[in-house]
C-alpha cells in the first residue's frame, strides 16, 4: 500500500472551512484514499473514501487531484469537537492492514 | 445499534500475568481486526481474523500473543506473561464484508488500556 504524507499538525478557527493535505505520490491506479480521524482517548472513526471523483458526505469532501498524488480532506464548518488527528490512508481492494501513520493533528480554535 | 464493543476498558496487571482483552463486533460483523497503539504512536495492525479463522496475524509478535474469534462469543486477545512495553491501546476494530468489498470500512471500539507495572 502507497504510503501518505501529512503536515504533523494544523489550526483552524472554528466555524471555518478546514482543509487538510494528504500526499500520495505513490499510489496505484487500484489505491483507494481513505480518512480516518481519532479524537483523544477514542477509536479512529471512519470519515470518508474515494477512488478518483471527489466524494461528499453529511461529515466532510474529499478532493483528489487528476494525478491521484494528492488529495485534500475539507470540513466545511470545523467546531471545536472536530479537533482529533486526522489519518490519510492509501488501501487498495482487498487490504485490510491499515496502516495508521502520524496523522495531521488538527486543533480548531474558538 | 450497538458499535464495536470493547472490555475492560482499562486493564492492569503486574508482570508476568496474563491479560485478557474482549471485542464485540458490531451486530452482522464478522469481521475483526486488532491494532495496538503505543503512547503518542499511530495504530499498527496486529491480526485479522473471521469467525473461527486467523486470516492474518503478520502483525501480532510470534510469543505471548494469541487472538481467537470463536463461533459464538466475542473476540480475544490475549497477551500472556506481560511485560512493561506491553503496556499500550489496543483496538479493536469490524467491518460486515471482507476487505474485497467496494467500502472496506472498519469500525472501531473505544478501546482497552492496558497498562503493565
Known amino acids: 500500500d502507497a504510503k501518505t504524507t501529512q503536515p504533523p499538525s494544523m489550526d483552524c478557527a472554528e466555524g471555518r472551512a478546514a482543509n487538510l493535505p494528504c500526499n500520495h505520490s505513490?499510489?496505484?491506479?487500484?489505491?483507494?484514499v481513505y480518512w480516518y480521524r481519532q479524537i483523544h482517548s477514542q477509536g479512529p472513526q471512519y470519515i470518508i473514501h474515494g477512488l478518483k471523483n471527489n466524494e461528499t458526505n453529511e461529515m466532510a469532501s474529499l478532493i483528489i487531484t487528476e494525478d491521484r498524488k494528492s488529495s485534500t480532506l475539507i470540513l466545511p464548518h470545523a467546531t471545536l469537537r472536530d479537533t482529533a488527528v486526522y489519518y490519510c490512508?492509501?488501501?487498495?481492494?482487498?487490504?485490510?492492514?491499515?496502516?495508521f501513520g502520524a496523522g495531521t493533528r488538527l486543533f480548531v480554535k474558538a | 445499534n450497538a458499535g464495536v464493543m470493547q472490555n475492560p476498558r482499562h486493564l492492569v496487571r503486574r508482570r508476568g500475568q496474563e491479560a485478557r482483552l474482549r471485542c464485540s463486533p458490531m451486530?452482522?460483523?464478522?469481521?475483526v481486526y486488532w491494532y495496538r497503539q503505543l503512547p503518542e504512536e499511530g495504530l499498527k495492525f496486529m491480526v485479522y481474523?473471521?469467525?473461527?479463522?486467523?486470516?492474518?496475524e503478520s502483525g501480532m509478535p510470534k510469543e505471548r500473543f494469541s487472538a481467537e474469534f470463536p463461533k459464538e462469543g466475542p473476540s480475544i486477545l490475549r497477551i500472556q506473561q506481560v511485560v512493561r512495553g506491553d503496556s499500550a491501546a489496543y483496538f479493536c476494530?469490524?467491518?460486515?464484508?471482507?476487505?474485497?468489498?467496494?467500502?472496506?470500512?472498519?469500525?472501531f471500539g473505544a478501546g482497552t488500556r492496558l497498562s503493565v507495572l
Open positions: 490512508i492509501a488501501l487498495n481492494t482487498g487490504g485490510f492492514k491499515t496502516i
Open positions: 476494530a469490524s467491518s460486515p464484508k471482507g476487505p474485497l468489498n467496494a467500502k472496506n470500512i472498519q469500525y
Open positions: 451486530k452482522g460483523h464478522s469481521h
Open positions: 505513490t499510489i496505484s491506479g487500484n489505491e483507494y
Open positions: 481474523l473471521q469467525k473461527e479463522n486467523i486470516i492474518d
